[in-house]
């Protein structure tokens, strides 16, 4: 799948480079169940300045022990479009199963998402998106890689069935206060489409992440 990426990236030079600030707030709500909100604002830089989008998403997960988790969530999108300034564009919704484990200062973590997405245009596109990330964590600070695969699992509207994303990430997180870190990376990101050329994207993700207090 690497392969294909890098083979992709030669025949297609086109780049361009985006800041992604975004919010992830954790609220746990017993043992065993816990609600997620991501809140998400996207800019490109380079080679035309310009606000692309928002993406939100909330998720109720429970623990299965051992580190495995499953969550079901809902999300939407919206874009700067002719029609208005910001136009909800996409709804979705998801299903996903995750794992984690940390020993000693070593996290390793995987999840697999089925996402059913409902477009404006009228498309309703299913795909799977598969993720890991291992890092090392101490008290005072945080490192991590990730590596995330998004794959169209049929023809509809812009989407092909096939890879149409793929991510590379490394990042830091340092703890800023109880209940809030400050989580600074850098994604490598290759996207394709059935009627667009395949592009290589630089992107800056700026993420505060809130933990509420158990109760």
């Known amino acids: 799948m690497v392969a294909l990426v890098l083979a ?18 954790e609220v746990p709500l017993s043992s065993r169940l816990g609600v997620q909100l991501d809140v998400s604002t996207r800019t490109m830089l380079w080679p035309t300045p310009s606000w692309d989008r ?9 623990k299965l022990g051992a580190g495995f988790q499953l969550a079901v969530g809902t999300g939407w999108v919206a874009r700067h479009t002719e029609r208005s300034l910001l136009d909800v564009t996409e709804l979705r919704v998801f ?15 995987a999840r ?48 092909r069935p096939g890879l149409e994303q793929q991510r590379f990430q490394v990042g830091i997180e340092v703890p800023l206060m109880r209940g809030l870190s400050l989580d600074l990376a850098f994604l490598e990101r290759w996207v394709t489409g059935l009627n667009a050329p395949a592009e290589w994207q630089q992107v800056v993700l700026v993420t505060f992440v809130v933990t509420a207090a158990a109760r």
């Open 8 to 25: 992709a990236a030669l025949a297609a030079p086109s780049v361009s480079v985006r800041v992604w600030p975004q919010v992830h707030l």
């Open 54 to 62: 928002a993406v939100d998403t909330v998720n109720l997960g429970g």
């Open 95 to 109: 299903e996903q199963a995750s794992w984690s484990s940390t020993v000693g200062v070593v996290q390793l973590s």
């Open 112 to 159: 697999a998402r089925l996402e059913h997405r409902a477009l404006d245009t009228g498309a309703l596109l299913h795909r799977v998106r598969l993720q890991a990330r291992g890092g090392l964590v101490t008290s005072t600070l945080g490192v991590y890689g990730l590596l995330e695969s998004f794959v169209q699992l049929h023809e509809a509207g812009t989407a």
